[in-house]
């Protein structure tokens, strides 16, 4: 539970049950407690302690503030240096903490004296200061310090606060009169929240300068240990006393763990435990992530790409889906490949998050999350470790694909950033050209692709469709789209297109056609959606809701078709949009959606909005003249190596956006350069760092063909000729006064930091980011923090020191000591900036989706603003202030997520290019004619017919409430009073909330809360399951002890595929599932040993029906998938002889003289006819079927086809043949691959059954 779940008042007073209504409701629901109280005595030790008993059961920490005061003959002795502040202070405590007035104090006290012992709880004291810097006597002293206020906080970040008049004194302390308001940080009270946290933190970290604050004197709290009770309290002395329940009999208490402890062990293989992954993680899950999750879960090895917008969480999806998948044995084999300057974030991400500590390979060794180089012997360096993670630019290389081609195969693979792989050419649709990512996954002719070595795959990418309606059909090729639709993309693009024109005007679509793909659709493994039928039927009535549903497959589509009602041709029009592999096989959540859920309760956490605003700033005389003479050079050079080389150019385009992004980047760039051109070593990390090449190389493979040929003649003459440019450059460059843009970012600063606590600056550059970080130093001290590939950094006093990334994100989401961080955006990943308000794009990549993804790392769910401000820095009167300054305001502003853009966004990043390397003649006609374009798509909607959010499942879905198993606190009570092993666990004397293990000898730092975990990830352990050493814990425990007969509680369990273990009780007349170890408990509790052996036929019936449902789902899948990728080569062969014939038609149209040619005929005899040339065209006819095939004068192919030339078809002719010959051999490879598998019934569901009961010593 939340603090935001609580009905709280916004006041209360005297009338009010405070105890009951506010302190144990918010204490229960917190981790964090801090009070300032009033003067220190026994009476306002229990009142401050009202409801704290709340704060021990869930491991939470308080900090307590409160007042002392000094006699005159004390402060005049520590004034002449005759007495310790600390020992006269300890005395005056020590006077107040008199024997408690009541029991009622005294259990009171009880409760502070266990925190305190047990480190939860710190105290200190403050004193008012004088002029003369010492304190202040008693009697001047009492009218000071009356602060009573205090802050709740809980597992998720949020606070609750009160301040006013509370009553401590003795006489009044079970009946006080007081009063107090609330405040809250999730509504319009939390400006005055902020009030009561500001004032309580000034005063603990002595910055106010009129009060002294130091920690409890060590003979006070001594003195307070002293009331410290043997068991931690339970409840607050003012509760109503419970009648305690007559307790039943039991199992004997050793048998009883035993018991408990199978149970926990079994706990990830049992049949319903789905949400025991997400219950034991660290992560609490938004409504659409655990949506996604359990589907993932479900439906496994099914095939699927994750495409959430940026900032919604896919990788949380992922995530959650991959721990319950890895607990339950479903995936032993996995492989996960990221773009690498991701890698480490998401082998970070995967243990914090996931307790999943995989093995990361670079390359050249294998390392876990701690750095620890794990050694192997496996020849094959992908098969060295069953669970591996990668980065997608090393396993798309030539030499790799092959190693991966011939590594076992893996039960899942996930590819993140997936877009990534891709085609070479658009335009040219004759001609496939995959890039290497793409290669990877597809294979070629020589090396098995990925996804003919993996069960499952997932793509996680928030835009696959990048430039062209066809990235998303390759993508859903390789998840397992088959048929008519994976057999052509222009069957694909087209159906869009029909319903494009459908919506326009219901006849002008091509029916016939979008009916077959539907039912083609229907045929390959998606099924009509129920709610959409049930929606439709009340719409249109039973009737026609019947024949519109059976139109796919119906013998009379033009009769049904014609009589159709308006509302059925919308009916239509939306199961055509409905019903498509976009909707089977990706799952994208919006922000849009995500509003949905919040406006009916389901989501609690805000969803910002955005306030961008762009700043063009002027530079300076001396900053413009240099800027325009090294944009010259770059141009000049620019073209001098695309004259040599085509592609060689691409090293004047890096240093071109260096340039935008500042003159310290560029003058690193030189120095790299001029290095390069006088060493004339041609090596990639003398021209590049891995801010240059990390898309760009992803999708272009640019790293493995870039460099320049040095010992080519011509090369070595340009090369030698840029040296007097670079190191004139250089010169000027180490001149240049202050950076403009750099007084702007202070200007901006000084306005923000009024309003908002925090900054987040982006660059593209670690160089910049040096500048940056150095520059904000030197005003702003040990506030500043960076973060990149080299991963955290801070100011030390002395040096920028490395840290590590959770001291980072807590340093930062506090806002206290840590207010600007300085990030390169491929390192920003899984950083928690949800605090943060504002962020500063420094410079602005050409491409705007990258500048939406850096805004995604604030625009996020459960920001704590209404409002996130971006800025967006441009150097004025550069191509990327034209171009952006005139982009239309949906694109060009970035106030709402632009995703579904995609395709013309990448227009943006080539317009830049091709201006920046224009003549100054050319440039201002460059802009105008690009902007012009872009802004016409944009205002035009011309996103190819396809636009994702209209074609994925957009429903607002409410999970099931399943139980996990077991929870993380019942797991931490089950070890921690365990008779056999609680001993071992001590509270932790410096983490509160974590525990010493002593465990083979050692003591091991260990914790059961998530929130600690999060906060203390390489220095404390998470005893949750996948941890190795609660395997090792609960494997510890003896097994429990079998009966013959009478058992309470019977274990069945099978070893038959992945395995699965399932419990039952006698329950009543007939047997029930335990799934829960509180039922497990209330079973044991219950005493009743009524189970016997020959009862278990009951039971055994359930579990084998639950294990062959998931046994069938599997091969169901398996089975459709075998079934599409055959009926997308059938239907690649029938579009091949279709082509085929239309060329012999088109031929007959320009007779030669030794033509034999058959008669010209439209009909399928056309196809029939090229039986004459055999193979392969006579053995694909004999093998797929013609029905459905229609040769029609008036096709659009045949059309394009006769304004061929006769030579040219003849080429053509040749390629089909070629093409044929290929698709006849995968055909056919593809059905014995099936009729081997096919035959297969699953493997037969074997159980043994035992029987646990009570002792017998």
């Known amino acids: 539970m939340s603090l935001q779940d609580l009905n709280l008042n916004i006041s209360y007073g005297p009338t009010d049950d405070r105890l009951n209504s506010f302190f144990i409701p918010a204490m229960a629901a917190s981790v964090r407690y801090e009070r300032a109280a009033g003067y220190f005595s026994s009476s306002m030790l229990a009142v401050a302690a009202a409801g704290v008993y709340k704060l021990i059961l869930n491991g939470g920490t308080m900090r307590l503030l409160c007042g002392a005061d000094l006699a005159e003959d004390d402060v005049e002795a520590i004034r002449r240096g005759h007495a310790a502040l600390e020992e006269r202070v300890a005395k005056r405590m020590k006077m107040r903490l008199a024997l408690p007035e009541s029991e009622y104090v005294r259990n009171r006290l009880e409760v502070l004296a266990w925190l305190v012992g047990t480190g939860q709880l710190e105290i200190k004291v403050v004193l008012p200061k004088g002029p003369d810097g010492h304190p202040l006597p008693g009697n001047n002293a009492e009218s000071y310090y009356h602060p009573k206020e205090g802050i709740f906080t809980d597992t998720q970040g949020n606070q609750i606060g009160f301040s006013g008049s509370i009553n401590e004194s003795g006489t009044a302390i079970e009946d006080n009169y007081e009063t107090f308001c609330v405040y809250f940080s999730w509504n319009e009270s939390k400006p005055y929240l902020a009030q009561v946290r500001r004032r309580f933190e000034r005063l603990w970290e002595h910055k106010e300068d009129n009060w002294i604050a130091m920690p409890i004197p060590e ?138 500590n995989i093995p990361r390979y670079d390359g050249q060794s294998f390392r876990d999350v701690f750095d620890r180089e794990l050694r192997t012997g496996e020849a094959n360096p992908w098969d060295a470790f069953d669970m591996l993670l990668s980065s997608s630019h090393l396993a798309k290389r030539r030499e790799r694909q092959a190693e991966i081609a011939g590594a076992r195969k893996w039960d899942l693979v996930v590819i993140d950033e997936a877009h990534h792989a891709r085609r070479k050419d658009f335009l040219n649709r004759d001609q496939y050209r995959p890039n290497r990512l793409l290669e990877l996954l597809n294979g070629t002719g020589q090396v098995v692709g990925l996804k003919d070595k993996t069960d499952g795959l997932w793509l996680a990418t928030a835009t696959p469709m990048q430039i062209d309606p066809v990235e998303v059909w390759d993508l859903l090729k390789v998840v397992g789209m088959g048929g008519r639709w994976g057999a052509s993309e222009d069957n694909f693009m087209r159906y869009f297109e029909e319903l494009r024109k459908a919506r326009d005007s219901f006849q002008n679509a091509d029916w016939p056609f979008v009916l077959g793909m539907l039912d083609d659709y229907l045929g390959t493994g998606g099924s009509v959606d129920d709610n959409f039928g049930r929606v439709a039927e009340s719409r249109v009535g039973f009737v026609e809701w019947d024949q519109v549903k059976s139109l796919p497959t119906s013998g009379n589509q033009a009769g049904v078709l014609r009589q159709l009602s308006p509302t059925g041709q919308m009916v239509l029009i939306e199961m055509a949009r409905r019903h498509t592999p976009i909707r089977r096989f990706i799952h994208r959540n919006t922000r849009s959606l995500l509003r949905e859920y919040r406006s009916r309760g389901m989501l609690k956490e805000n969803v910002p909005e955005r306030d961008p605003r762009s700043e063009f700033i002027p530079m300076k005389p001396d900053e413009d003249n240099l800027y ?108 240049l006064g202050t950076d403009s843009k750099l007084e702007q970012l202070f200007r901006d600063l000084g306005e923000i930091l009024k309003r908002r606590e925090s900054v987040i600056i982006f660059t593209q550059y670690a160089d910049t980011m040096d500048y940056l970080r150095e520059r904000l130093r030197q005003v702003y001290g040990s506030q500043v923090a960076c973060y990149s590939g080299r991963g955290g950094e801070y100011w030390d006093g002395e040096k920028w020191a490395g840290t590590s990334k959770e001291k980072i994100k807590n340093a ?105 390397m224009a003549t100054e003649a050319d440039r201002e006609a460059i802009i105008e004619r690009e902007v012009a374009a872009i802004n016409n798509a944009v205002r035009g909607e011309e996103v190819a017919s396809l636009n994702l959010d209209r074609f994925v499942d957009d429903r607002v879905e409410t999970a099931a409430d399943q139980p996990a198993p077991i929870t993380l606190p019942e797991l931490e009570t089950l070890l921690v009073t365990s008779l056999a092993l609680g001993s071992r666990f ?217 304004n061929r030339r006769r030579d040219a078809l003849d080429r053509r002719f040749v390629g089909i043949t070629e093409k044929l010959k290929d698709a006849l051999n995968r055909l056919v490879s593809s059905r014995r691959a099936a009729s081997r598998s096919g035959g297969s019934e699953g493997e037969v569901v074997s159980v043994a059954a035992t029987l646990y009961g009570k002792c017998v010593r």
């Not at 307790?247 to 293989?269: G, H, N, S």
């Not at 956006?657 to 310290?664: D, I, V, W």
């Not at 090596?683 to 790293?703: C, P, T, Y």
């Not at 419990?1063 to 079973?1083: H, I, M, N, P, W």
Request: charged share 25%.
């Open 812 to 916: 930062f989401r506090q806002a206290t000591d840590l207010k600007f961080l300085i990030c390169t955006e491929s390192a920003s990943e899984g950083l928690n900036l949800q605090t943060c308000g504002v962020l500063i794009n420094w410079d602005m990549p050409w491409n705007p989706m990258r500048v939406e993804q850096r805004i995604g790392r604030i625009d996020r769910i459960g920001q704590q603003y209404a409002r996130v401000w971006v800025r967006n820095y441009f150097y004025d009167r550069t191509v990327e202030a034209d171009i952006y300054g005139r982009l239309d305001d949906r694109i060009g502003s970035f106030e709402h997520v632009v995703g579904e853009l995609q395709p013309i966004l990448v227009r943006v990043g080539q317009a830049i290019e091709r201006a920046a």
């Open 986 to 1202: 001590s509270p932790h004397p410096e983490i509160v909330g974590a525990h010493l293990l002593d465990w083979h000898g050692d003591f091991q730092a260990v914790t059961f809360n998530p929130v600690v975990f999060d906060e203390h990830p390489n220095t404390v352990t998470l005893l949750s399951f996948g941890s190795p050493l609660l395997a090792e814990i609960l494997e510890a425990i003896d097994e429990p002890i079998v009966v013959e007969r009478d058992g309470v509680v019977a274990r069945l369990h099978s070893d038959t595929g992945v395995g699965a273990v399932g419990y039952f009780d006698a329950g009543g007349e007939q047997s029930k599932q335990v799934r829960t170890l509180r039922d497990l408990r209330a079973t044991l509790d219950s005493g009743q040993a009524a189970v016997q052996l020959n009862d278990v036929g009951s039971m055994r019936a359930d579990f084998v029906g639950a294990m062959q449902e998931r046994q069938s789902r599997a091969a169901n899948i398996d089975q459709t998938r075998q079934r599409s990728a055959i009926s997308a080569v059938e239907e690649e062969c029938r579009q091949l002889l279709l082509e085929a014939a239309y060329i012999e038609l088109g031929k007959a149209t320009q007779p030669d003289l030794f033509d034999d040619l058959p008669p010209v005929e439209f009909s399928v005899v056309a196809i029939e006819n090229l039986k004459r040339h055999g193979y392969p065209f006579r053995g694909a006819i004999s093998a797929v079927s013609l029905a459905g095939l229609t040769v029609r004068d008036e096709d659009p192919l045949y059309l394009r086809l006769l």
């Open 219 to 356: 003979a006070v709290k001594q003195e307070l240990l002293k009331f410290r009770p043997a068991m931690p309290p339970t409840r607050d002395p003012a509760e109503p006393e419970e009648e305690p329940p007559i307790a039943p009999p039991t199992v004997d208490a050793d048998q009883y763990e035993r018991i408990l402890f199978r149970f926990a062990k079994d706990a990830p293989r049992l049949l319903h435990a789905g949400r025991l992954g997400m219950t034991t993680c660290t992560v609490t899950p938004w409504p659409h992530q655990t949506k996604v999750a359990e589907i993932l879960v479900r439906q496994f090895p099914e095939r699927f790409m994750l495409c959430d917008e940026v900032g919604l969480g896919k990788t949380v999806e992922c995530g959650l889906a991959l721990r319950q998948l890895v607990l339950s044995g479903r995936v032993r084999r996995l492989l996960i490949l990221v773009p690498k300057s991701v890698l480490k974030q998401w082998q970070e991400e995967l243990y914090e998050k996931f307790v999943l």
């Open 628 to 735: 325009r003479r090294i944009e010259e050079y770059i141009r000049e050079f620019y073209q001098k190596y695309e004259a040599e080389r085509r592609g060689l150019g691409f090293i004047m385009t890096v240093y071109r956006r260096r340039l935008t992004s500042s003159f310290y980047a560029m003058r690193c760039s030189l120095e790299r350069r001029l290095r390069f051109l006088t060493g004339g070593q041609a090596q990639g990390a003398v021209l590049f760092d891995d801010d240059d090449l990390e898309q760009e190389e992803l999708e272009a493979d640019i790293a493995e063909s870039l460099l320049p040929a040095v010992e080519d003649e011509a090369m070595k003459r340009l090369l030698l000729g840029e040296i007097r440019y670079v190191e004139e450059f250089l010169a000027d460059l180490q001149k």
